[in-house]
């Protein structure tokens, strides 16, 4: 089992920075690769960005250019950083992690309590 941790969540104005962090702990051998998503009430799940074991890294459009995932491999830790933010940007930034076994869910995945974003202006 994996468990996750987000942090660093919080209120800031339009055009401020803000530093997720994503701590794994339990069985962090079976990580394949971790995840930042953000989701709106009454909204989908929506991805951010995401990075492998091997540094390879992916980025949704909306963010590019803006948000930075880093990953310490060492203490299975991922960051997000969030640089000029602006208010569409607020909303629970949840942290998942791909497995290579099976959870006791019946699923591949873990997924972080999530913090909250919010972007005033």
């Known amino acids: 089992q994996v468990q996750l941790v987000e942090s660093g969540g919080g209120l800031v104005q339009v055009g401020e920075s803000l530093r997720l962090s994503c701590t794994a702990s339990g069985s962090i051998g079976t990580i394949a690769a971790m995840s930042w998503f953000r989701q709106v009430p009454g909204k989908q799940h929506e991805f951010l960005a995401r990075i492998t074991n091997s540094g390879n890294r992916n980025y949704a459009a909306s963010v590019k250019g803006r948000f930075t995932i880093l990953r310490n491999g060492a203490e299975e830790s991922a960051y997000l950083q969030m640089n000029n933010l602006t208010p569409e940007d607020s909303a629970v930034y949840y942290c998942?992690?791909?497995?290579?076994?099976?959870?006791?869910?019946?699923?591949?995945?873990?997924w972080g309590q999530g913090t909250q974003v919010t972007v005033s202006s």
């Open positions: 998942n992690a791909e497995s290579l076994v099976k959870t006791t869910t019946g699923e591949y995945e873990y």
